[in-house]
């Protein structure tokens, strides 16, 4: 048997470099086509494959490995698009993250972190990694200086998040990629707002770029896995965290996904431009105070997000003049967008960072941070936007 990185595949090196996006997530890392044979490649629900005889397989296949042909189709895709030699599916985005980071860190270690990052991340680094003995310092990006003077001696991560939760906020991760290059650190970055259509972190230095693959990579709300992409070393280290630690992609969630990337970059097409045609619309409506849309000239990092993203997403929020009262009544009477948790699918979803992301602060800590309450998160889906328009207007009069 073949091992599974010798397997050839539609995309030479040469096709990658010259395919755009759209190609690349419709043919990178599907199986070389062969007459009589599937063009999609089949679900291989199967744990474990066969051997000729013992010993013979230069390459372990296991599906906890990470090497089913599901789980390696998908990781090819992933790695064509993000313009990394390597990718790992792994079965959640918060796998990748725990196992990104306990792939580069020893006890004694530290890590210097954005303060803006999602909560599970945040939680992590704050309260499990000091239980490995690998402690993180939180910096304000927006300070002159943040990353330099938090840095230590045993500094062996810089992790930072762009487009971060709720307020669309971006950072630029060259700074923290110059300073980690100086001091033989890693850079990792969770791109998951963004998607690899409009970010490719990994062009821009980032050594790690994770993503939670539920949201835009699957983008249809029906699968959890998570992605991490880097040099061939990094990701090596880290696919020795998943065999130890075990968090694999099923078959089936890896064939999903796999299809879901298919799309990827229709969907972010549509989503950038139903995300920003929305957010200019909100900006102008009575009752709403704010609109956080790096896309719009109000935003505090329009310039840059002009610069960084090949599009602006999305994910847009705003905040509500009658405050959590009137947030509720405008969730209450909306009938095409949902309430849920999570973001990045087909469908509009609608939720309030103090009941979810959120809920462990003060209601003060949440204001400083730009999200009180009255603040509602919208992941604009796939819908005609001028019903969107419709169900928003009814749901805002509704919140006055
Ligand atoms: C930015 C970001 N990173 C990571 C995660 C974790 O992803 P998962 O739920 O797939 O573990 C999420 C989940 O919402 C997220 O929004």
């Known amino acids: 048997m073949k091992s599974v990185s010798e397997e050839r595949t539609n995309d030479s090196p040469e096709a990658r470099e010259a395919w755009g996006p759209g190609t690349l997530g419709v043919h990178a890392g599907a199986p070389e086509p062969r007459p009589g044979?599937?063009?999609?490649?089949?679900?291989?629900?199967?744990?474990?494959?066969?051997?000729?005889?013992?010993?013979?397989?230069?390459?372990l296949r296991y599906s906890r490995y990470g090497n089913n042909p599901n789980q390696v189709a998908v990781a090819k895709k992933l790695a064509a698009l993000e313009g990394t030699e390597a990718s790992l599916a792994v079965a959640s985005g918060m796998a990748a993250t725990a196992?990104?980071?306990?792939?580069?860190?020893?006890?004694?270690?530290h890590v210097v972190a954005s303060k803006h990052l999602y909560g599970a991340t945040s939680t992590f680094l704050a309260d499990e990694m000091p239980h490995r003995g690998v402690t993180t310092t939180f910096v304000d990006p927006d300070e002159t200086c943040a990353w330099e003077s938090a840095m230590r001696d045993n500094t062996r991560i810089l992790f930072l998040e762009t487009p971060t939760n709720p307020v669309m906020r971006v950072f630029d991760p060259r700074i923290p990629v110059r300073l980690a290059r100086q001091a033989g650190a890693v850079t990792m970055m969770d791109a998951t707002f963004a998607s690899p259509i409009?970010?490719?972190?990994?062009?821009?230095?980032?050594?790690?770029?994770?993503?939670?693959?539920?949201?835009?990579?699957?983008?249809?709300?029906?699968?959890?896995?998570?992605v991490v992409s880097g040099s061939r070393e990094l990701i090596g280290r880290v696919q020795r965290m998943l065999v130890l630690y075990g968090p694999?992609?099923?078959?089936?969630?890896?064939?999903?996904?796999?299809?879901?990337?298919?799309?990827?970059?229709?969907?972010?097409?549509?989503?950038?431009?139903?995300?920003?045609?929305?957010?200019a619309w909100l900006?102008?409506?009575?009752?709403?105070?704010?609109?956080?849309?790096?896309?719009?000239?109000?935003?505090?990092?329009?310039?840059?997000?002009?610069?960084?993203?090949?599009?602006?997403?999305?994910?847009?929020?705003?905040v509500l003049e009658s405050g959590g009262a009137g947030a509720d009544a405008f969730c209450r009477n909306l009938e095409v967008a949902r309430v849920?948790?999570?973001?990045?699918?087909?469908?509009?979803?609608?939720?309030?960072?103090?009941?979810?992301?959120?809920?462990?602060?003060?209601?003060?800590?949440?204001t400083q941070a730009g999200i009180p309450d009255g603040f509602v998160r919208v992941s604009v889906g796939?819908?005609?936007?001028?019903?969107?328009q419709r169900d928003f207007t009814r749901a805002l009069e509704a919140s006055r």
Do not use: C
Not at 341 to 360: A, D, K, M, N, W
């Open 37 to 59: 044979e599937a063009v999609v490649l089949p679900v291989v629900q199967s744990s474990t494959f066969f051997w000729n005889a013992p010993g013979d397989a230069p390459e």
């Open 340 to 366: 849920a948790p999570s973001l990045g699918g087909v469908e509009t979803l609608v939720s309030q960072p103090r009941f979810t992301s959120h809920i462990g602060l003060t209601p003060e800590e949440r």
């Open 99 to 109: 196992l990104a980071v306990l792939a580069v860190t020893r006890a004694g270690d």
């Open 283 to 318: 900006e102008g409506r009575p009752g709403i105070s704010r609109v956080s849309y790096p896309g719009l000239a109000s935003h505090p990092d329009r310039t840059l997000a002009g610069e960084l993203l090949d599009g602006f997403g999305g994910m847009v929020g705003f």
């Open 248 to 279: 694999a992609l099923d078959p089936h969630a890896a064939w999903l996904l796999e299809r879901g990337i298919k799309t990827l970059s229709v969907r972010m097409a549509r989503h950038n431009r139903s995300g920003l045609e929305l957010a």
């Open 198 to 226: 409009n970010l490719r972190p990994a062009r821009l230095g980032v050594d790690i770029v994770i993503h939670s693959a539920t949201k835009y990579l699957g983008g249809h709300s029906d699968l959890i896995a998570g």
């Open 382 to 388: 796939l819908e005609e936007v001028r019903d969107l």
